[in-house]
Structure formats: C-alpha cells, structure tokens
C-alpha cells in the first residue's frame, strides 16, 4: 500500500511537469508551447535568485504568476527585506533537453544562486538515464562556468514504475547522485505533502492550487534559507 502511494505521489509530479508540452522525445526546445519567464530588474545592490524549471516553476494554471512557489518566496524575501532579486524562469512541459538548449540566453542574466527544477519530463517520456543525467550536469557546468561564485540548488523529481523497476530506481537516484557529484543541496521532492492531495491540487488533480504551492514554497526555503 505504501508503494502504490509512493507511485501515485510521483505520478502526479510527473504529469504536472508534462501538462501543456508538445515537445518531441529528445526535448526540443523550439516546440515549447507555454514559456512563462519574469526577469526582475536588479537593483545593483542586490544578488539574484533564478528558479529554471517546468510548469511547476511557471505556475501552470494559477491566476498570478505570484502564486507559483518562486512567486510565494520572492514575496517572503521581500517581506525579510532580504537584498536578493527573484527571476521565474519556467517553461511549462520542458525537459532537461529544453532546458540545454536554453540555458545560454537564461544565463546572460546575472545568477547568485541558480535553482535547478527539471527532469520529471524525460521520465515521463522514458529517455534513456544517462542522457538526463548528462543533460543535467551540462547544465550545471554552464553555471559554474559562466557564474564560479553562483550557488546551485537541485530539486530532486520522482517516476511511477510505469518504465519498470530498474529504471525508476535509477531515475530517482540521479538527483541524489548529482547532488553528492557536484556538492550540491538537495531538494528531495517538491511537492511533499501535496501530490495527491485533491485539497491542494487544482481541478485536474495534478497540478498545485496556490494553497499547494505556498507548501511546495516551504519545502524549498527549507533549503534555500541556509543559502542566503
């Protein structure tokens, strides 16, 4: 009983990271169909926080982009008046594919600390490990390459055993694994305590209410707060 509520718990990430894409297998970013990106102008004084994701970051199907759950923390720093700039960078449906071949005009914005929020796509789609992982971690060399003193946040995803035993073991090992690679903090499941819950889900049961973001929100300052 506990698997099958682990499965389904993993299954509604991934299909809310999927809702809305029309992007082949391998990602293309050219076919992304809802690209939803505030850039905040900066003031000098203050460092930058940008969240590169899926739907889950973009805040498919909320009113204000606000709610969505870097939209729930930017109002927090601000409340803190913590001097940090918060950029939403979130493509609805993008794979770690997507997100590649994006990534060099994303970081033409300066990054202080980069919060990494893909993969639950390919898992859906079954694209082999070792190429979500690769993609991954080029992504996380662009940043430390372009960015050395930028820290880097990984939000870890999860699959349903739709593709078998083997590969969600070992899909759900390549956060973890490129955490401890890259020394990376680690974000273990974003929507713990809301996947599943119809309560904190919108309409279509997979993708967060506000309510359900502001809790995805706190899963993420957990780790973030020791970063600021």
């Known amino acids: 009983m506990r698997n099958l509520k682990i499965a389904g718990v993993a299954f509604a990430l991934l299909i809310a990271s999927s809702c809305g894409n029309k992007n082949n297998v391998n990602g293309s970013a050219t076919d992304t169909i809802s690209y939803k990106a505030t850039v905040v102008p900066n003031n000098p004084a203050n460092k930058t926080i940008l969240f590169f994701g899926d739907s889950l970051t973009a805040g498919y199907g909320l009113d204000d982009h606000s709610e969505a759950f870097p939209g729930v923390i930017k109002a927090r ?13 979130g493509v609805s449906g993008e794979t770690t594919s997507g ?87 680690l974000v273990p499941f974003l929507l713990a305590g809301v996947a599943g819950d119809p309560k904190l889900n919108q309409a279509d049961g997979i993708h967060p209410t506000a309510a359900g973001a502001k809790i995805a929100a706190e899963n993420v300052w957990k780790i973030l707060a020791k970063q600021l």
Do not use: C
């Open 77 to 89: 720093i601000d409340s803190l008046k913590l001097p940090y700039d918060v950029i939403n960078s």
């Open 99 to 185: 997100g590649l071949g994006r990534i060099d005009w994303i970081l033409k914005q300066r990054v202080d600390i980069f919060m990494l929020e893909l993969g639950a796509n390919d898992g859906l789609r079954g694209i082999p490990i070792q190429q979500s992982e690769s993609n991954l971690q080029t992504i996380i060399d662009k940043v430390k390459a372009k960015y050395p003193q930028a820290k880097i946040v990984l939000l870890g995803m999860q699959i349903p055993p739709n593709m078998g035993a083997v590969y969600t073991h070992d899909f759900k090992n390549i956060f973890p694994a490129l955490a401890a690679k890259n020394h990376l903090p």
